[in-house]
Antibody, heavy 120, light 106 residues
Framework: QVHLVQSGAEVKKPGSSVKVSCKAS????????TSWIRQAPGQGFEWMGE????????NSPQKFQGRLTITADESTSTAYMELGRLTSDDTAVYYC?????????????WGQGTLVTVSS | DIQLTQSPFSLSASVGDRVTITCQAS??????LNWYQHRPGKAPKLLIS???TLDAGFPSRFSGSGSGTNFTFTISSLQPEDVATYYC?????????FGPGTTVDF
Protein backbone atom coordinates (compact mmCIF):
# COMPACT_ATOMS: atom_id res chain seq x y z
CA GLN A 1 0.00 0.00 0.00
CA VAL A 2 0.99 3.56 -0.58
CA HIS A 3 1.95 5.81 2.35
CA LEU A 4 0.45 9.33 2.33
CA VAL A 5 1.90 12.15 4.45
CA GLN A 6 0.07 15.46 4.69
CA SER A 7 1.21 18.94 5.63
CA GLY A 8 0.60 20.36 9.08
CA ALA A 9 -2.30 22.13 10.72
CA GLU A 10 -3.35 25.56 9.53
CA VAL A 11 -5.21 28.48 11.04
CA LYS A 12 -6.77 30.83 8.51
CA LYS A 13 -8.84 34.00 8.47
CA PRO A 14 -12.28 34.04 6.85
CA GLY A 15 -12.00 34.96 3.20
CA SER A 16 -8.47 33.62 2.83
CA SER A 17 -7.23 30.43 1.16
CA VAL A 18 -5.50 27.29 2.41
CA LYS A 19 -3.31 24.85 0.53
CA VAL A 20 -2.74 21.35 1.89
CA SER A 21 -0.21 18.92 0.48
CA CYS A 22 -0.20 15.13 0.37
CA LYS A 23 3.07 13.34 -0.46
CA ALA A 24 2.85 9.74 -1.59
CA SER A 25 5.45 7.03 -1.31
CA UNK A 26 5.20 3.42 -2.40
CA UNK A 27 4.66 3.88 -6.10
CA UNK A 28 1.75 4.32 -8.46
CA UNK A 29 1.15 7.99 -7.75
CA UNK A 30 0.68 9.06 -11.34
CA UNK A 31 -1.78 6.36 -12.33
CA UNK A 32 -3.98 6.25 -9.22
CA UNK A 33 -6.72 8.69 -8.41
CA THR A 34 -6.14 10.81 -5.31
CA SER A 35 -9.21 12.20 -3.56
CA TRP A 36 -9.68 14.85 -0.92
CA ILE A 37 -12.20 14.19 1.83
CA ARG A 38 -13.02 16.34 4.84
CA GLN A 39 -14.67 15.89 8.19
CA ALA A 40 -16.02 18.90 10.05
CA PRO A 41 -16.14 18.72 13.87
CA GLY A 42 -18.80 16.27 14.97
CA GLN A 43 -19.82 15.63 11.39
CA GLY A 44 -19.44 12.86 8.86
CA PHE A 45 -17.18 12.68 5.86
CA GLU A 46 -17.58 14.76 2.71
CA TRP A 47 -15.85 13.96 -0.57
CA MET A 48 -14.46 17.15 -2.08
CA GLY A 49 -12.90 16.02 -5.32
CA GLU A 50 -10.17 14.05 -7.04
CA UNK A 51 -7.27 14.18 -9.46
CA UNK A 52 -5.72 11.63 -11.79
CA UNK A 53 -2.15 12.94 -12.04
CA UNK A 54 -1.14 11.24 -15.26
CA UNK A 55 -4.03 12.85 -17.11
CA UNK A 56 -4.14 16.02 -14.98
CA UNK A 57 -7.92 15.59 -14.82
CA UNK A 58 -9.97 16.65 -11.83
CA ASN A 59 -13.55 16.18 -10.67
CA SER A 60 -15.46 17.78 -7.84
CA PRO A 61 -19.06 18.33 -6.79
CA GLN A 62 -20.80 21.54 -7.80
CA LYS A 63 -20.65 22.99 -4.29
CA PHE A 64 -16.86 23.31 -4.40
CA GLN A 65 -16.45 24.43 -7.97
CA GLY A 66 -15.03 27.92 -8.24
CA ARG A 67 -13.13 27.85 -4.95
CA LEU A 68 -11.43 24.41 -4.95
CA THR A 69 -8.25 23.67 -6.89
CA ILE A 70 -6.70 20.21 -6.88
CA THR A 71 -3.29 19.78 -8.46
CA ALA A 72 -0.51 17.22 -8.53
CA ASP A 73 3.25 17.28 -9.04
CA GLU A 74 4.33 13.96 -10.50
CA SER A 75 8.03 14.77 -9.99
CA THR A 76 7.54 14.77 -6.21
CA SER A 77 4.50 12.45 -6.02
CA THR A 78 2.61 15.18 -4.21
CA ALA A 79 -1.02 16.18 -4.52
CA TYR A 80 -2.35 19.55 -3.41
CA MET A 81 -5.75 20.83 -2.38
CA GLU A 82 -6.33 24.57 -2.30
CA LEU A 83 -9.62 25.93 -0.98
CA GLY A 84 -10.44 29.61 -1.26
CA ARG A 85 -12.94 32.06 0.21
CA LEU A 86 -12.80 30.22 3.50
CA THR A 87 -15.61 30.48 6.05
CA SER A 88 -16.03 28.97 9.50
CA ASP A 89 -17.95 26.13 7.84
CA ASP A 90 -14.67 25.03 6.26
CA THR A 91 -13.15 24.26 9.64
CA ALA A 92 -12.46 20.55 9.35
CA VAL A 93 -9.88 17.81 9.17
CA TYR A 94 -8.89 17.38 5.54
CA TYR A 95 -7.69 14.00 4.31
CA CYS A 96 -6.14 12.86 1.09
CA UNK A 97 -6.91 9.28 0.12
CA UNK A 98 -5.95 7.02 -2.73
CA UNK A 99 -8.31 4.74 -4.56
CA UNK A 100 -7.74 1.01 -4.37
CA UNK A 101 -7.12 -1.22 -7.34
CA UNK A 102 -10.78 -2.22 -7.11
CA UNK A 103 -11.96 1.32 -7.78
CA UNK A 104 -10.97 4.95 -7.42
CA UNK A 105 -13.69 5.59 -4.85
CA UNK A 106 -12.61 2.68 -2.62
CA UNK A 107 -10.07 4.45 -0.46
CA UNK A 108 -7.61 2.00 1.06
CA UNK A 109 -4.82 4.47 1.80
CA TRP A 110 -5.35 7.70 3.73
CA GLY A 111 -3.15 10.53 4.88
CA GLN A 112 -3.00 11.34 8.57
CA GLY A 113 -5.31 14.33 8.16
CA THR A 114 -4.71 18.07 8.31
CA LEU A 115 -6.73 20.25 10.67
CA VAL A 116 -7.74 23.53 9.09
CA THR A 117 -9.26 26.05 11.46
CA VAL A 118 -10.97 29.13 10.05
CA SER A 119 -11.30 31.82 12.64
CA SER A 120 -11.14 35.58 12.85
CA ASP B 1 -26.86 12.93 -4.76
CA ILE B 2 -27.50 9.55 -3.16
CA GLN B 3 -28.21 9.86 0.55
CA LEU B 4 -27.12 7.15 2.99
CA THR B 5 -28.74 6.73 6.39
CA GLN B 6 -27.36 4.55 9.15
CA SER B 7 -28.88 3.11 12.27
CA PRO B 8 -28.40 3.14 15.08
CA PHE B 9 -26.63 6.46 15.62
CA SER B 10 -24.64 4.83 18.41
CA LEU B 11 -24.65 1.65 20.43
CA SER B 12 -23.12 0.23 23.56
CA ALA B 13 -22.31 -3.44 23.75
CA SER B 14 -20.21 -5.93 25.67
CA VAL B 15 -17.20 -7.98 24.68
CA GLY B 16 -18.40 -10.97 22.70
CA ASP B 17 -21.68 -9.39 21.64
CA ARG B 18 -22.93 -9.54 18.08
CA VAL B 19 -23.27 -6.03 16.68
CA THR B 20 -25.33 -5.10 13.63
CA ILE B 21 -25.43 -1.76 11.83
CA THR B 22 -27.69 -0.98 8.91
CA CYS B 23 -27.17 1.41 6.02
CA GLN B 24 -29.97 2.45 3.69
CA ALA B 25 -29.48 4.21 0.36
CA SER B 26 -31.96 6.70 -1.09
CA UNK B 27 -31.82 4.83 -4.40
CA UNK B 28 -30.53 1.50 -5.61
CA UNK B 29 -26.76 1.13 -5.64
CA UNK B 30 -26.42 -2.60 -6.39
CA UNK B 31 -23.47 -3.68 -4.20
CA UNK B 32 -21.43 -0.52 -4.67
CA LEU B 33 -21.01 0.06 -0.96
CA ASN B 34 -18.00 0.21 1.34
CA TRP B 35 -17.64 0.17 5.12
CA TYR B 36 -14.94 2.09 7.00
CA GLN B 37 -13.68 1.96 10.56
CA HIS B 38 -12.64 5.28 12.09
CA ARG B 39 -10.94 5.59 15.45
CA PRO B 40 -10.58 9.09 16.98
CA GLY B 41 -7.45 10.89 15.86
CA LYS B 42 -6.68 8.27 13.23
CA ALA B 43 -7.27 7.98 9.53
CA PRO B 44 -10.25 5.88 8.46
CA LYS B 45 -9.61 2.33 7.34
CA LEU B 46 -11.38 0.55 4.51
CA LEU B 47 -12.97 -2.49 6.09
CA ILE B 48 -15.29 -3.97 3.52
CA SER B 49 -15.63 -3.08 -0.14
CA UNK B 50 -18.15 -3.89 -2.82
CA UNK B 51 -19.55 -7.39 -2.69
CA UNK B 52 -18.64 -7.95 0.94
CA THR B 53 -14.88 -8.18 0.36
CA LEU B 54 -13.09 -7.94 3.68
CA ASP B 55 -9.92 -5.87 3.48
CA ALA B 56 -6.69 -7.69 4.31
CA GLY B 57 -5.68 -7.09 7.90
CA PHE B 58 -9.17 -7.27 9.32
CA PRO B 59 -10.36 -10.44 11.06
CA SER B 60 -13.26 -12.50 9.82
CA ARG B 61 -15.57 -11.36 12.64
CA PHE B 62 -16.35 -8.37 10.41
CA SER B 63 -18.80 -8.93 7.57
CA GLY B 64 -21.12 -7.06 5.26
CA SER B 65 -24.12 -7.95 3.17
CA GLY B 66 -26.91 -6.45 1.15
CA SER B 67 -27.69 -5.00 -2.23
CA GLY B 68 -29.94 -2.40 -3.75
CA THR B 69 -30.91 -0.03 -0.96
CA ASN B 70 -30.46 -2.06 2.22
CA PHE B 71 -27.15 -3.12 3.69
CA THR B 72 -25.96 -4.66 6.93
CA PHE B 73 -22.60 -4.58 8.68
CA THR B 74 -21.94 -7.14 11.42
CA ILE B 75 -19.30 -7.73 14.04
CA SER B 76 -19.91 -11.30 15.13
CA SER B 77 -18.07 -11.06 18.45
CA LEU B 78 -17.20 -7.55 19.60
CA GLN B 79 -13.64 -7.04 20.83
CA PRO B 80 -12.21 -4.08 22.79
CA GLU B 81 -10.21 -2.89 19.78
CA ASP B 82 -13.42 -2.58 17.74
CA VAL B 83 -14.46 0.59 19.58
CA ALA B 84 -14.78 3.08 16.72
CA THR B 85 -17.21 4.84 14.45
CA TYR B 86 -18.28 2.87 11.39
CA TYR B 87 -19.32 4.55 8.16
CA CYS B 88 -20.91 3.25 5.01
CA UNK B 89 -20.00 4.91 1.71
CA UNK B 90 -21.37 4.33 -1.76
CA UNK B 91 -19.44 4.41 -5.00
CA UNK B 92 -22.32 3.80 -7.38
CA UNK B 93 -22.24 7.16 -9.13
CA UNK B 94 -20.91 10.68 -8.88
CA UNK B 95 -20.51 11.94 -6.24
CA UNK B 96 -19.59 9.30 -3.69
CA UNK B 97 -21.19 10.00 -0.33
CA PHE B 98 -20.94 8.69 3.23
CA GLY B 99 -23.46 7.72 5.81
CA PRO B 100 -23.52 9.70 9.07
CA GLY B 101 -21.72 7.00 11.02
CA THR B 102 -22.47 4.64 13.91
CA THR B 103 -20.38 4.84 17.06
CA VAL B 104 -19.71 1.54 18.80
CA ASP B 105 -18.46 1.52 22.37
CA PHE B 106 -18.73 -0.36 25.64
Amino acid sequence: QVHLVQSGAEVKKPGSSVKVSCKASGGGFSTHVTSWIRQAPGQGFEWMGEITPIFRTTNSPQKFQGRLTITADESTSTAYMELGRLTSDDTAVYYCARGAASGSWNWDSWGQGTLVTVSS
Amino acid sequence: DIQLTQSPFSLSASVGDRVTITCQASQGIATYLNWYQHRPGKAPKLLISGESTLDAGFPSRFSGSGSGTNFTFTISSLQPEDVATYYCQHFARFPPTFGPGTTVDF
